[in-house]
């Protein structure tokens, strides 16, 4: 089966950044794309951002030009690079992966807030 950890989040101060991790393992074959949601207490959980592995990338537009998603060259890690980081953006975030056969899995989540 294949395992999601996320790493990386935590409390940071407005303007402020952090970085997250994902590692997959298990029995993955081929993914189709890994990326990030997020879901915040009231709010439906939605896409933050995505990398497909022909490399192309996707961004929620209150993200997009703060955040940046990537891969390692092995394509099992995908990260995020969250700058000017706002309270908006305080969440529980999730890991996604989505495999040849359009299956979705899902890491535990990781809390990034956000203070003033």
């Known amino acids: 089966q294949v395992q999601l950890v996320e790493s990386g989040g935590g409390l940071v101060q407005t303007g402020g950044s952090l970085r997250l991790s994902c590692a997959a393992s298990?029995?993955?074959?081929?993914?189709?794309?890994m990326g990030w949601f997020r879901q915040a207490p009231g709010k439906q959980r939605a896409l933050v951002a995505d990398i497909c592995s022909s490399g192309s990338r996707n961004y929620a537009d209150s993200v997009k030009c703060r955040f940046t998603i990537s891969r390692d060259d092995a394509n099992n890690t995908v990260n995020l690079q969250m700058n000017s980081l706002k309270s908006e953006d305080t969440a529980v975030y999730y890991c996604?992966?989505?495999?040849?056969?359009?299956?979705?899995?899902w890491g535990q989540g990781t809390q990034v807030t956000v203070s003033s």
């Open positions: 996604n992966l989505v495999d040849r056969r359009r299956w979705n899995y």
């Open positions: 298990g029995s993955i074959s081929s993914i189709y794309s």
